[in-house]
């Protein structure tokens, strides 16, 4: 789970210096060699290696997706990050519709089966969204709900709009 938030963060960051530890090039550029780190021995294989030159007698070997461009490590680092989520949600993950059918909702086996679910979510750009409220004095953080949403709560939505009201009558008076 570690290796998987350090990973979405270098891949936000677009920190070369530390997607390195996952993505290694070949001088040539022609192979690349990809590090999943195992979680309690889960995996069946640490590492991943995709060449344009594929040997027969190394079935291990696996052929260079044509839209990762030589030397570039985000699009392998992605699809490291997608291969651990998706391994890490398969079975653990069930969608539910609400009662009211309004949207969808994951159901997890477990709070890390949760965790790998948020970190989906955040790695789709969906994570939680946090915001400090745009009232003058209020000085509080708070989790957007919606996309326009400015203010932490009802109470301080009306009291701007209550201000801006005295602002806009104290101006034409
Ligand atoms: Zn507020």
């Not at 949760?114 to 989906?120: D, E, I, K, T």
């Amino acid at each position: 789970m570690a290796h998987c938030a350090a990973l979405l963060d270098a891949l936000n960051e677009e920190r070369n210096d530390r997607l390195q530890h996952f993505v290694e090039w070949s001088p040539d550029r022609r192979r690349v060699t990809l590090t999943f780190y195992p979680f309690m021995g889960l995996w069946a294989h640490k590492f991943m290696r995709f060449s344009k030159d594929l040997n027969p007698d190394d079935p291990m070997l696996y052929r260079l997706p044509d839209e990762w461009l030589p030397g570039d490590l985000l699009a392998p680092a992605r699809y490291i990050l997608t291969e651990t989520i998706n391994f890490r949600l398969n079975n653990h993950v069930h969608p539910c519709l609400y009662p009211d059918s309004r949207g969808l909702y994951f159901k997890t086996d477990s709070l890390l089966s949760g965790l790998y679910v948020s970190l989906a979510l955040e790695a789709l750009g969906k994570g939680e969204q946090r915001a400090l409220c745009k009232r003058e004095g209020c000085g509080n953080h708070f989790t957007i709900e919606h996309g326009s949403q400015k203010y932490c709560s009802e109470r301080c939505n009306k009291r701007a709009y209550e201000q801006r009201k005295r602002d806009k009558s104290s101006v034409t008076v």
